[in-house]
């Protein structure tokens, strides 16, 4: 049936419903299906309220910045904020009732996911691109910048003033370091594939290829003393941030694909989804809800 017959009351134009009845006697399934949206009518609604987006492309990146944005109105260092996600993670794991080396490693993929963040031309952005304040406070790491979301123009400024190439994944530098840091991380690790493609896949990306970044003034990255109750503390040496990893022979899509084979399509998708969601619920907490 369409939206305009008789059926479940709360249905939109263009909207239909089916039944597939279940097996054994199991209840089925009514199933909402709507129509597609064409890529003109997008584009229209995104250039009617006035993003200033033209293209389609953009105007996905304007919808979805809020999930990967550092900017919150509140600066929180890399350590609370790792430790933040580390907790939901692990609350999330266990209740679900995954086994114990799972949790350990989703967990310690939570604690290492933003270690990219390290990136100084990054702590001068989250900064407002200010070079004097990078060094003033020089030592704290941050993961969040007190810098307002919807200070759009400011935070445009601030990636300019502090050179971070625009589009650089912060989860792929953070993949880089611990393959630098490997036989340390491995210690820690259960399964250091699973670890390292949690840690790329956080936002949706290396999944499984890696965003191409043109990076004319690469830089190195270290970390020192990443600290967690849980892991202790993890060193990491410097890692460049021209390490490559967008690559097509690159390592990503072998690990992506063998650990499709290992654990199947759905639960390596839910292992995914249970870091995303714990790092988007922290860091809505850490903006104050």
């Known amino acids: 049936m369409d939206g305009n017959d008789s059926g479940p009351s709360g249905l939109k134009k263009g909207q239909k419903v089916r039944v597939v009845p279940g097996s054994n006697g199991e209840d089925g399934w009514l199933v909402i299906s709507g129509e597609r949206v064409k890529?003109?009518?997008l584009r229209e609604a995104l250039e009617s309220e006035g993003s200033g987006q033209t293209s389609i492309e953009g105007g996905v990146g304007a919808t979805t910045a809020g999930e990967d944005s550092p900017y919150i109105g509140s600066e929180v260092t890399l350590e609370d904020h790792s430790r933040h996600v580390e907790e939901r993670v692990?609350?999330?794991?266990?209740r679900l009732g995954l086994s114990d080396k799972i949790i350990s490693d989703?967990?310690?993929?939570?604690?290492?996911h933003d270690i990219g963040k390290a990136d100084r031309r990054f702590q001068r952005m989250v900064r407002g691109g200010s070079e004097i304040a990078y060094y003033r406070d020089e030592g704290r790491v941050l993961a969040k910048s007190g810098m307002p979301a919807g200070a759009k123009a400011e935070r445009q400024r601030a990636q300019k003033l502090s050179g971070y190439p625009q589009g650089t994944r912060h989860e792929v530098q953070s993949l880089a370091m611990i393959e630098a840091a490997r036989k340390h991380v491995a210690a820690k690790a259960h399964d250091?594939?699973?670890?390292?493609?949690?840690?790329?896949?956080?936002?949706?990306?290396?999944?499984?290829?890696?965003?191409?970044?043109?990076?004319?003034e690469p830089v190195d990255i270290s970390l020192r003393n990443h600290a967690s109750k849980t892991f202790g503390t993890l060193s990491l040496d410097a890692a460049t941030s021209a390490h490559g990893l967008c690559r097509l022979d690159g390592p990503l899509a072998d690990r992506f694909w063998s650990l499709v084979e290992k654990y199947g399509w759905l639960e390596l998708c839910w292992l995914e989804a249970i870091l995303r969601l714990a790092d988007h619920r922290a860091s809505d907490d850490e903006a104050g809800g």
Do not use: I, N, T
Not at 90 to 94: E, I, L, N, P, S
């Open 39 to 41: 890529a003109h009518r």
């Open 90 to 94: 692990r609350g999330y794991v266990k």
């Open 106 to 112: 989703v967990s310690l993929a939570a604690w290492l």
């Open 192 to 216: 250091l594939d699973l670890v390292m493609h949690l840690v790329a896949s956080h936002h949706g990306h290396c999944r499984p290829f890696a965003p191409a970044v043109e990076d004319p």
